[in-house]
């Protein structure tokens, strides 16, 4: 026989209809309330202020300042410069993944 009451009914939180008559246990534990039954010897330490940084305090020397363009890197005993590589690798980075993305594809395209 199947029940025939809504779900409220079923699966709702009975501690709400209480209204007034909330027992002692289920009512709210205010803030600092039980701060008051620890005994002193069991109170957590006051935290250390923190202190005051100043730059006698900072041993790391500052940064090098940021050259325009990085030193490049010759072989040992050779006077050519080395060839220019361009901005960066990126350009050609992304040509070859696309063609060989491209070049999947058509090894594929067949097959279909």
Same mark, same amino acid.
């Given at each position: 026989?199947?029940? *025939?009451?809504?779900?409220?009914?079923?699966?709702?939180?009975?501690?709400?209809?209480? @209204?007034? *008559?909330?027992?002692? !246990?289920?009512?709210?534990? %205010?803030?600092?309330?039980?701060?008051?039954?620890?005994?002193?010897?069991?109170?957590?330490?006051?935290?250390?202020? !923190?202190?005051?940084?100043?730059?006698?305090?900072?041993?790391?020397?500052?940064?090098?300042?940021?050259?325009?363009?990085?030193?490049?890197?010759?072989?040992?005993?050779?006077?050519?410069?080395?060839?220019?590589?361009? *901005?960066?690798?990126?350009?050609?980075?992304?040509?070859?993944?696309? %063609?060989?993305?491209?070049? @999947?594809?058509?090894?594929? %395209?067949?097959?279909?």
């Amino acid at each position: 026989m199947p029940l *025939k009451l809504p779900t409220s009914e079923i699966a709702g939180n009975k501690c709400l209809s209480l @209204g007034r *008559k909330i027992p002692n !246990y289920m009512t709210p534990v %205010l803030p600092g309330s039980l701060m008051q039954l620890i005994s002193t010897p069991m109170l957590p330490p006051a935290e250390a202020p !923190y202190p005051v940084l100043t730059e006698a305090d900072i041993t790391e020397p500052p940064l090098p300042p940021i050259s325009a363009r990085p030193p490049t890197l010759s072989p040992p005993g050779s006077s050519m410069p080395p060839p220019p590589n361009g *901005k960066n690798g990126q350009s050609r980075v992304a040509a070859r993944t696309v %063609l060989s993305c491209m070049a @999947g594809f058509l090894a594929i %395209l067949p097959l279909l």
